[in-house]
């Protein structure tokens, strides 16, 4: 606790303070807003932020309002990278039990990007490239990911990405998407009924506790993805989720 007491360390904690909540409030916030949403000092919230600006981690927009900055990016390309190396061994057991391929996803704003990926062995198979965005309400990992998350949050979500329809089996309509989500949660896994690719099915599940929200899963043809193999699958999903999200809390 003393630690904590330390002006640097309160300072740190500050600043994350004020990123995390520019993040809640969509990436852009005025300084006044700023100030209502936490308790500090208005001179302390201007001090930290012109620190942040130097650093680039905060941009100062002609609107005079405050945003994400450049620095940002970097760092989360890294911890992308990071969290793909240790998700892709759970990802190989998937592939070398199951025969198809195995990715791990995660929420980056209104999308999910896809930060690691093993392939299935088969000559026909899915492939999905690693840092590959895709909208959440047709894909199985963004399901997966929406079924977490409060019902004001899935709107604005979907609200600001938009709803595309890549395939005639693409949900369409916030209330068809509330209710698969409702689905979902009753039997905690999701389904890409090719919605996203007409002749291939996934399988996904959310990883528990994870510090962001994110989901691993499973695909291929809908010739070999079908309800026999959602029962091996979902079982050893479940399995891979749960270590995941055991090493990300045993590292944080």
Known sequence: MAEKASGGVQSVERAFELLELITKAG?????????????LP??????????LVSLGYVRQLPNRRYSLGPSLIRLGEVANKQLGTLARPYLKELVDTLGESANMALLDSDMVVYVAQVPSPHSMRMFTEVGRRAHTHD????????????????RSIVTSAGMPTPTPKSISSLKDLEAELARIRERGYSIDEEEQELGVRCFAMAVPDAPTPMAVSVSGPTTRVDSAFAERAVPL??????RISKELNAAA
Not at 139 to 154: R, S
Not at 237 to 242: K, N
């Open 42 to 51: 208005l001179p302390t919230i201007h001090r930290l932020l012109r620190t």
């Open 27 to 39: 990436g852009q916030v005025t300084l006044s807003e700023l100030s209502s949403f936490t308790t």
């Open 139 to 154: 894909t199985g990992v963004g399901k997966a990911i929406l079924a977490q998350l409060e019902p004001e949050t899935v």
């Open 237 to 242: 999903l479940r399995e891979a989720a749960e």
